[in-house]
């Protein structure tokens, strides 16, 4: 079974959504352990509810401290995949380097427009018609890496923001496990910044 980490910084809802998927068997992983660099967050409540074990990265005692502190977790339990499920740090370049393509970002836009912390209130501000989800594999830089999937969502004249944050993260929790089932599969193909999923399809 592929085994995976979730890290977390908020409500963790992206990290439930997965933890359901593995335990009804759509998306075959396990979920080794649910990592924050907040320990109040709500997402490692949930997951200790949910059984997980959890793990708090020391943050506190600078950026070299955390990652070597995850590094350590991910070799002993032999972590394949790391997925970024609203994890609002940006990782060190040596250990995205570490782990090149094997760490996964979900991102409440179509990027490359809105990157950032606040992407669905800034298009929403900015007046875009159609937005979306995308998910994609972290480098160095803030949401840029190759993009793996993307979902549209359209802003309605009568959208609000929170009706718009509803529909985003609606579309986050069907197309975020739909994305990793195809990459733990080993079917995406890398063609420069484009990855690509081998037929047949
Ligand atoms: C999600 O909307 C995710 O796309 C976003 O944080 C939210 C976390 O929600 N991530 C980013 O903005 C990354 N730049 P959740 O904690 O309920 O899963």
């Known amino acids: 079974m592929t085994k995976m980490a979730i890290l977390v910084s908020g409500r963790g809802t992206n990290m439930v959504a997965l933890a359901q998927r593995c335990f009804s068997g759509d998306l075959k992983a396990d979920i080794s352990f649910v990592a924050s660099d907040k320990k109040d967050a ?6 200790r509810e949910m059984g997980f074990e959890t793990i708090i990265l020391p943050y506190n005692e600078g950026m070299a401290r955390a990652e070597e502190h995850l ?3 991910i070799l002993s339990q032999s972590v394949e995949w ?8 940006i990782l060190s370049s040596d250990f995205v380097g570490k782990y ?9 836009s179509l990027l490359p427009a809105f990157p950032g912390t606040s992407a669905i209130k800034d298009s929403f501000e900015y007046g875009v018609k159609v937005t979306g989800v995308t998910v994609h594999l972290v480098d160095e830089l803030m949401d840029h890496g190759p993009i793996l999937s993307q979902r549209e969502v359209r802003v309605e004249d009568s959208d609000t923001l929170e009706s718009l944050e509803e529909k985003i993260h609606e579309a ?8 990793l089932k195809e990459l733990f599969s080993g079917r995406y193909r890398k063609k420069g910044r484009r990855m690509i999923i081998e037929g047949p399809y």
């Open 100 to 108: 090149r393509d094997k760490i996964v970002n979900i991102h409440p």
């Open 71 to 73: 590094n350590e977790k």
């Open 82 to 89: 790391i997925v970024l499920a609203g994890f609002m740090r």
């Open 172 to 179: 986050e929790h069907d197309l975020y496990w739909r994305t």
């Open 42 to 47: 709500l997402g490692i409540k949930k997951a």
